[in-house]
């Protein structure tokens, strides 16, 4: 394992907004389409 | 056992519930596993640092991304040439989870850009032709939505389908036939990987686990077309109350 505490985990290098804004959004995508499902069941 | 059957929507329509659940686990285990493998196995890359982290949702999104074009694709033809019901249902299905793949795959080539070029975005072969299978989901969604008879919906957008699918060879091979900025694959069929072993394992995790998120939603969205389009069958009526 490469991280040293949890503040390191999510500065991800320096590179944290581009890690986190990544996965973030693709995460939202994944929760709205399932959500949209939902709705219309 | 005839499993021909299962080619008319009322007897795909409880099936397809239950191979959802199994896919929705598998996507949950998978997605657990890959995302462990990639941050907490996988090392730091030496020219990328951090950043790299990003491939392991950014080419499985991608790979979906082509891939379910091609399954939209066929699956549109079959409806167009069988003219077989379930067949262009499932079209249908698989066109919003492939733009969201694609989108997905356009975001966070961007992110992963802006550190690595400098540029959240280049015109360039590979960008511009995912751009465009982004605009082909959304006419293709945008065509069926503008006819209100499904059935010529279904003829009409197969055909804006199948005139598409050029787009996805492009994409696959705009790295080779032209000069991209964007990196040539690291995971070919033919050469050995250039990457290391862990992060090669996770990028593949995580690609089975979009695989089955993907066959997951797409058997939930079929569902609910099967349920718009045979609204007045009398065996839809009859499951509703179990269902």
């Known amino acids: 394992m490469q991280w040293e505490s949890i503040a390191d985990f999510f500065a991800m290098g320096g590179y944290g907004l581009y890690v986190w804004g990544s996965y973030i959004v693709t995460a939202l995508c994944v929760v709205f389409e399932i959500l949209d499902l939902k709705k219309n069941r | ?243």
């Open chain 2, 1 to 243: 056992m005839n499993i021909w059957k299962y080619s008319s929507p009322q007897y795909f329509y409880p099936l397809a519930k239950k191979m959802a659940t199994i896919f929705f686990v598998f996507a949950a285990v998978f997605t657990v596993w890959g995302l462990y493998i990639g941050f907490f196995v996988a090392p730091t890359d030496f020219q990328q640092g951090e950043s790299y982290r990003i491939i392991f949702i950014h080419v499985p999104a991608a790979w979906m991304s082509m891939l379910i074009y091609l399954i939209m694709s066929f699956w549109a033809a079959i409806g167009l040439i069988m003219n077989t019901r379930l067949s262009s249902m499932m079209a249908h299905a698989l066109a919003p989870t492939g733009a969201l793949m694609t989108f997905v795959a356009l975001w966070t080539g961007a992110f992963w850009g802006r550190p690595t070029w400098g540029a959240w975005w280049v015109w360039d072969a590979r960008l511009t032709s995912e751009l465009i299978l982004l605009f082909l989901y959304i006419g293709y969604m945008a065509l069926r939505a503008s006819i209100e008879d499904p059935r010529r919906a279904d003829r009409a957008s197969a055909i804006l389908a199948l005139v598409g699918v050029v787009n996805v060879p492009i994409i696959y091979f705009s790295v080779q036939w032209w000069n991209t900025l964007h990196q040539g694959a690291s995971v070919s069929l033919t050469k050995s990987p250039s990457m290391a072993t862990s992060m090669l394992t996770g990028m593949l995790v995580m690609a089975l686990a979009f695989w089955m998120y993907s066959i997951a939603v797409s058997l939930i969205r079929v569902r609910r077309i099967i349920r718009d389009r045979e609204a007045n069958a009398a065996w839809l009526a009859e499951s509703s109350g179990a269902q």
